[in-house]
């Protein structure tokens, strides 16, 4: 008798292109990628690191609303998210704001998202994404729609979602990934697994030794990624970015990360439910650090860019924060405004007690 | 014209849709091949191909998210959910996602979903197939919930909810499907959400009704009239949003009303209508405005249900009391 879970591990082992050292141990797998495309994912990162720094200072002075630190997931949001082109529409989770950017939507529009202005949630024409999800792993299902729909309209373009760790325990993970292969859809699906769901542990979420292999059960491909290493991520969305477009199935990444931060900025502890240790060994595998020497052993990066990109940053939020200020208070007639294409009779009554409140 | 069943109707309705417009989608749980449990959806794979009627697999959440991210890349999904007690099942994807997109888009997403699903009691069914949660979808803002009581206004509903931007509860009482046919134009046309109808015009009480209800309403108003008591008989046809106006007037020339509901009688649609009548028009009344409903239990095993759905006795018990106050 065979027993199902026999070598599960390696059968799901993790992929790696670039080790914590800054070494490429994996050089076959070694996506194409010129010097200009390497050095624009490092922009990118450091730009994301500095930002994230930014709003969480932002919000302690009470500038910013809600927000989901970002820094050590670098590598598995702005990788998977390089591999992406244009026409590819992303449903992002809450933590996934970066992935936006980089698609498109202004900055000042994510600080607005943050603040609870409804500007903030609305894309830009021609940016192909949805505001970020609250309830974890609806965006899943939505996700296997839109990749069907894709595949429907024949379109050269995929689906990404993105959850966590949590997001995978979820019925509508299961639902969607099913879905997905189920309809051929044109889909990709990324669990940012940094280990823990607000506070609990992945190992209390389910007995699956990986997530990945959570993608069997659909009949669909899994992979384990190594997600502090961008190179590894970025190659393997391009993979299961071709695959979709050319019929060959959705794909589950999971993507082991860590988040180095809270879980949001309202008030939680992470010392709560995580050791210092664990965090010492996560950093240790930082993404932006392993990179750098990376490229810097190759000659094609300096204090000096850094540098640069650092400051870029700063003066964009200094701007992004400004022009955010900006925004005109959202009112409540407003939104009875975009309930419906056309208010109801007694929406239009409460509309008008809310005018006349809100003009005085 | 033709004589149609309701479900005909529908069917007919869903048609004319696909016909109309490609971007118009039609899919569930056994719709294709099978044609659905109740054949609402027979032939229209074979006419329409696989491509555009097709079979889904069984989670009604799936079937939810599914019709949110098809209507992102532009379709008009008219997906079914089975039997609308599934519906518990897909709470997320109906309230807290595609009735609020617009919204949550600031207005730059639609979400031209229509849910068509069977409901209602008396026929006998296991758990959770029979119970009346047009409540619950009703008090979700950014849905409207359509429930038809005839044929005719099936097909024109049907045909007007698939056309709608925003995302429509459609929901079908499975005692209407087959108990009469009436006359229904081949030919396409549009019902206009919102509109109540009065079905019978009288001038002591006015009955407010939908789905099933009608029948109960019209049936007490025969009984009531053999009594030497004019009852006049609205069919609200779409449940949100409500139209208050013909309810207004109708009381007014009245004075008097009872508001029937197959749905249990805590909050619900009556609830509503009571609370409004006596906002609005409380000085044209002559007697409290009185509600039939279900009790407030769970929806019972089907060997309680006859006596548990309200009936036309109930109503005319209920208008006595209007009338003798």
Same mark, same amino acid.
């Given at each position: 008798m065979k027993r199902s879970l026999e070598n599960i591990e390696n059968q799901f082992e993790m992929f790696q292109i670039l080790n914590e050292k800054g070494e490429i141990v994996n050089e076959d797998a070694m996506p194409e990628l010129s010097d200009d495309d390497l050095k624009e994912i490092m922009r990118r990162m450091v730009y994301t690191r500095i930002l994230d720094q930014r709003s969480i200072a932002l919000n302690r002075q009470g500038r910013l609303g809600f927000y989901a630190p970002t820094a050590g997931q670098e590598a598995s949001q702005l990788g998977s998210h390089y591999?992406?082109?244009?026409e590819d529409f992303i449903l992002p989770g809450y933590r996934d704001v970066p992935q936006l950017i980089w698609h498109g939507l202004p900055l000042y529009q994510a600080f607005l998202f943050s603040r609870g202005h409804f500007h903030g949630n609305?894309?830009?024409?021609?940016?192909?994404a949805v505001s970020p999800q609250i309830i974890i792993g609806a965006q899943i299902t939505q996700a296997a729609g839109v990749g069907i729909g894709m595949k429907k309209r024949g379109k050269d373009a995929i689906a990404i979602t993105y959850t966590g760790d949590g997001g995978a325990s979820q019925g509508d993970f299961y639902e969607g990934i099913n879905f997905a292969g189920a309809f051929n859809a044109q889909a990709v699906f990324v669990v940012q697994n940094n280990r823990y769901a607000i506070s609990v542990p992945v190992e209390k979420?389910?007995?699956?030794?990986?997530?990945?292999?959570?993608?069997v059960a659909a009949g669909i491909e899994g992979i384990q990624v190594d997600g502090m290493d961008v190179l590894a991520v970025y190659a393997a969305t391009k993979d299961a970015r071709e695959r979709a477009i050319n019929g060959e199935g959705p794909t589950l990444i999971e993507t082991l990360t860590y988040r180095?931060?809270?879980?949001?900025?309202?008030?939680?502890?992470p010392t709560r439910y995580r050791t210092e240790e664990t965090d010492n060994e996560w950093e240790a595998k930082d993404p932006i650090v392993r990179f750098r020497t990376f490229l810097e052993t190759k000659g094609l990066w300096s204090e000096e860019e850094e540098n640069e990109v650092i400051e870029q940053a700063k003066e964009d939020v200094k701007a992004a924060i400004k022009k955010a200020d900006e925004q005109p208070k959202q009112k409540v007639t407003e939104l009875m405004d975009i309930m419906y294409e056309e208010l109801p009779a007694s929406l239009k009554e409460q509309r008008e007690e809310y005018e006349a409140k809100e003009s005085k | 014209m033709a004589q149609m069943t309701m479900i005909q109707a529908i069917t007919d309705a869903m048609r004319t849709e696909l016909k109309n417009d490609e971007n118009v989608l039609v899919f569930g749980e056994d719709v294709g091949q099978n044609g659905g449990v109740f054949r609402a959806t027979e032939g229209l794979q074979k006419e329409f191909g696989e491509d555009r009627v097709f079979d889904t697999p069984l989670a009604e959440s799936g079937i939810g998210g599914m019709s949110i991210g098809l209507a992102l890349q532009g379709f008009r999904p008219v997906p079914e959910i089975q039997f609308f007690g599934f519906v518990f099942e897909t709470m997320d994807a109906i309230s807290g996602q595609m009735a609020r997109y617009r919204y949550r888009s600031g207005g730059t997403r639609t979400m031209p979903i229509t849910v068509r699903s069977p409901f209602g009691g008396g026929? #006998?069914?296991?758990? +959770? #197939?029979?119970?009346? +949660?047009e409540g619950l979808m009703a008090q979700q803002p950014g849905l409207k919930v359509v429930i038809p009581s005839n044929p005719y206004d099936a097909k024109g509903l049907l045909i007007q909810s698939i056309r709608d931007n925003d995302p429509v509860i459609f929901l079908e009482h499975m005692k209407l499907y087959r108990s009469f046919r009436e006359e229904v134009p081949e030919e396409e046309y549009a019902i206009e959400l919102g509109k109540a109808e009065v079905k019978r015009e009288g001038k002591d009480v006015t009955l407010v009704a939908y789905g099933a209800m009608v029948h109960t309403a019209l049936k007490a108003a025969d009984e009531l009239e053999e009594n030497g008591v004019s009852a006049e008989v609205i069919d609200l046809r779409t449940v949100a949003p409500v139209d208050y106006e013909t309810i207004l007037e109708s009381v007014k020339k009245t004075n008097r009303a009872v508001v029937l509901q197959?749905?249990?009688?805590?909050?619900?649609i009556a609830a509503a209508v009571v609370s409004e009548i006596q906002e609005k028009a409380i000085l044209h009344l002559e007697a409290p405005v009185l509600r039939v409903a279900a009790p407030d239990t769970v929806y019972p095993f089907s060997q309680a249900e006859t006596v548990w759905l309200p009936n036309h006795n109930d109503v005319v018990e209920k208008v006595n009391k209007v009338m003798n106050f």
């Open positions: 591999a992406l082109e244009k609305q894309m830009p024409e021609g940016v192909n979420q389910s007995a699956a030794q990986t997530i990945a292999q959570k993608a180095y931060g809270p879980h949001t900025m309202a008030g939680d502890d | 026929v #006998h069914t296991p758990e +959770l #197939h029979a119970d009346s +949660l197959e749905a249990q009688k805590q909050a619900g």
